[in-house]
């Protein structure tokens, strides 16, 4: 880290910085400035208070050197890591395909989905038997009875199951049924939920918070990397922003960003993304261009009787031909669709 | 809600949509403009969902009339709400102060704190046992003992206890020590636990999240209100925005809007909605004047020591010029600090 | 527009808002719902004051059921206009590439990337004359002498020429170098050049602000075409947002719901959306895969040596990577690039 | 400015950045950290390109730590600036009040509004002749003609003018009918108007752009400091968020983050900064309990007839009672209302 004295710092105020600096464990490099002071804290500071400096007289500034995320850097790791869905690898030169509802509604409705998508191509079955719902008058999901459905999806398909874990307590529950845990973006900054998931080996699925910066998704997953649990799949759902003509904005810089930073997988979930099932495949397609690692995609039968998130549903035979254009898209960036 | 037409729909598309209106139990009134038809659905249409209408063929949009939340509404209720801390009400035309560290950090830190807050006018402790913190490297809260050492503040002064829930596992050891339970901003979606502590019987303070929007806040209130816990004190404490100046930006509208909106009493948190000390004092005084209900402020004897958020405490004599100034402005507005 | 009465509306008031719907020569349509009226006010309305109503006694919101923009519109014109960069047409099947460097330095500079570029396949020539800068002590522009050196880069290698206006005093003389008048992000509501380059019969290339919607976007363009120029080419440039570790945040939703809004062209700006060279390639592809028209991109030979955007300026060799690579993900959506 | 190399930067990189931050005229001070060398490079570098170290190889960052306006900062001038509009100083002890309608509507109107400002204690007359509209379709100010009534109305009153310029060419004429030049947000990077204002020597009120970081803002005024003008007077008024219920956002954090960056005086405009009249008293007293120097209110007697701004608009009755609260709120703060 780096400490900036105020313009007119006395000599007393940077032996007073110093000495803190010192009685961190770390090692002080001093540098005088045409105006002012810079005095550089050495040593590995990761889990130093940087507010303790901001607050000694006549300090200026803190800057951090260091990123905060170790295990989540490329620093860390040179390869990419490639983590399971069932028998897939997610990370590697083969895009996957995580397709289904955004709720698990009937034994029906989840059946025909597995099936359509499966044929479509998708590698992956996601559908939600805990939601999050933003009204408490709003369907909250079928709970354990969802989870049981899942289950039997993925038996009759053979397609992995992705669902999401709203609280520690179902964490266990929901391990069973589940392929890969996902944690929402509601949920990015749950610690207790992202320490409990870290203490699984199950692999697990991180949306991005709809105003966290890349930096604080990496330190969620660092979170979950750093209780043990290596097999993390960020992804990126959307960010919070003044525009309204979508329901959120898709950061697409933060692919290429996230992949330059970070050695974990990368998806995009272009369905939360747009919001709205006419956008969802020109942002698919743009996407895995940016070089994502996959997609997850909201697809139900008949989007006008979803319990949930309809408008941005796809019809299994819009996903068909969404999976086409990928594929094409794919293919031009030198990778492949399995 | 008001569903408006495409400007080409077809007469048959229009009975579509007016035949599934009337499927959900509410009766449509029809409106031709000049340009379009707009169908008006008429009847509680909360829990009925807006997309299922988007989705049907000439459909152009959907504009819901009523608002969401309906027991956080001002319409629900035409007094204010009070609620309780300790002896003193907060909603009332006195002004509440809630003062304390971040952490719990030792017996002999927060017996000097409280102890100093209650001297300087405040009228009841805040500090975190279990804490949430972004780094899984950076101090997470004493958890237990940090329980017990409020406890043992609350016994020497008297003042009542504000402390952080981070789980609903965590919901009955943490009523058994606070007065209220906290809501921190990044658990305001975190609706098993809004569900858990809907449940109790213990006030409760709804921190906005950091990129909720007002109505959001309310919809959080609602989960709790709607689970049969009354208690609720919303507090502003800052959003996320492109300024980089602070921490977040105070959204001081929320205090007056809130306060049209709604019977549930208004804080304003200026130690997290500003991130800096020296910016702490001018923004409560803002708060006060603005029609905030009280304040929530983070007070630390030696901020450079502190193992969290030691930037935006307040040493004990600054909070108490922070409590003269904000009196000052109280009786400016017609109230007063107990 | 229709109008959502309060829950507590008189008649009298529900009678005076109708009356002031009458008196702005609009009918009126009254609708009675579960628990308020609304009102329609039917006619066009765009040019009537929205908030006269919302002032009058017993109104809770009014909401505008037309677009605001006319000319700019789907409805306006079912067909895709095509605005000619000197031979080529942006807005047809092929992808149209504008590349050069941000600021016009020399004559040496400029001719040496004009020919760099039109080598690699691009088919304008995008360069600075006249610069808005954040800070009055950077460097402002060549001025007059820098649109003589375009002109002279357009004789050597046939390339028409993209450059900015910033002033209303400026469009006469930038009109005879240019064959594209750009408006820079910064002056998207700056409407007295607007108006100014309405009257023209140039082409114009706007950027969207920075914070700007979609449909402000689109007002903007709606300014220029009811001046009578019909030549608008409309740019995605990114967005401000909290995430820092790009420049701007591209919002690649942008790309389709322009297409879905308008019969304008729409070009993507990596550089800028970016601020990266890194990550301009990936967002590059990532346009042309949304469905955008083209793009404009900044090149230099030396970014290091270049006054102004150099962090996000590609060199000429890393620029034709750029057009191989989104050549073949043109092809993958059906598109050429020309 | 810092320049921090990557972990594995060579020997030779280090060596070529530190040649060529002498080669800008800066020393050089290297210090080797844990992990990285830091590279920092010494002297008065504002006008010096960070970009050209990002791209040199080897580099991971650049950290400025010179502020990058000069005139504008708190370290050029200890003492308060004070700007007189009129016979009244802005930044001194006592807040100074601007009111008026958004726009010039006819004689009646604005002479109506000057008695019935000035009478509830308005120091200064604000309105719009030139008026920069979203809409092409809208009232666009009565531009000559509304400049002759705001000089009859100072006439009548004794009120000095505050009334905005939109374009360069406007600069000379609007210079003679106002007192007080106003930069709306919209042209907060309109950099060739700061530049003509810049060169005159009237009163300047520097909005605030919706988009617009606080550093930004002083970057703006420095615009016009730099060329000559040192009576500049800085406004905030709301900015841009995913907030909804409101128009903007204000950023009340703004005032005490200014006042402690510049010596310039800073007001707060609420009418925009809420654009709801209902807010507009809270917020404004607001405003004043963090230290704005003054305010800015639209006020309009009808405002349900206004041709632009209705909705933020008070009634001559209800800006005087915001005067009585807002002194209540000034004296409390140790300050008066002249």
């Known amino acids: 880290m780096?400490?900036?004295?105020?313009k007119d710092a006395t000599p007393q105020q940077v032996e007073n910085v110093v000495a803190r600096v010192r009685s961190q464990g770390l090692s002080v490099h001093l540098s005088q400035g045409a105006e002012r002071v810079v005095i550089g804290a050495?040593?590995?500071?990761r889990s130093v208070s940087k507010?303790?400096?901001m607050l000694l007289e006549g300090v200026d500034r803190v800057l951090p050197i260091l990123r905060p995320?170790?295990?989540?850097?490329?620093e860390f790791s040179d390869t990419d890591t490639?983590?399971?869905?069932?028998e897939r690898e997610v990370g590697g030169n083969a895009v996957v395909l995580i397709a289904g509802p955004c709720s698990v509604e009937s034994r029906g409705q989840i059946l025909e989905i597995a099936h359509a998508v499966r044929e479509a191509g998708a590698h992956a079955l996601r559908g939600g038997?805990?939601?999050?719902?933003t009204s408490p008058y709003s369907?909250?999901?079928l709970g354990a009875e969802g989870l049981e459905l899942l289950a039997e999806a993925r038996a009759a398909t053979g397609l992995p199951i992705v669902t999401e874990v709203l609280a520690t307590e179902q964490v266990q529950q929901v391990s069973q049924a589940a392929d890969v845990l996902q944690i929402g973006a509601r949920n990015m900054q749950n610690f207790a939920l992202l320490h409990a998931i870290g203490e699984t080996r199950k692999p697990a699925l991180l949306k991005r918070g709809m105003s966290a910066t890349v930096e604080e998704l990496l330190m969620a997953a660092e979170y979950i990397l750093s209780h043990g649990n290596r097999q993390v799949i960020l992804c990126e759902r959307g960010i919070r922003t003044f525009e309204t003509a979508t329901r959120n904005t898709t950061d697409i810089n933060a692919v290429p960003?996230?992949?330059?930073?970070?050695?974990?997988?990368?998806?995009?979930?272009?369905?939360?993304?747009?919001?709205?099932?006419q956008f969802v495949t020109p942002v698919a397609r743009a996407g895995i261009a940016a070089g994502a690692d996959g997609l997850i995609i909201e697809v139900h039968p008949h989007p006008e009787e979803a319990l949930s998130d309809g408008s941005q549903s796809l019809k299994p035979e819009r996903f068909a031909e969404l999976v086409r254009q990928v594929r094409a898209v794919a293919e031009a960036v030198g990778r492949t669709v399995a």
């Not at 780096?2 to 105020?6: A, Y």
């Not at 050495?42 to 500071?45: P, S, W």
């Not at 995320?69 to 490329?74: D, T, V």
């Not at 490639?82 to 069932?86: A, E, R, Y």
């Open 2 to 6: 780096l400490i900036v004295m105020q």
């Open 42 to 45: 050495i040593g590995d500071d």
């Open 51 to 53: 507010d303790q400096f």
């Open 69 to 74: 995320y170790k295990l989540a850097s490329r």
């Open 82 to 86: 490639q983590v399971k869905i069932g």
């Open 129 to 133: 038997a805990y939601k999050p719902r």
């Open 139 to 141: 369907f909250q999901g």
């Open 257 to 277: 960003v996230l992949k330059s930073l970070t050695h974990l997988p990368v998806l995009l979930d272009p369905s939360h993304s747009t919001g709205l099932w």
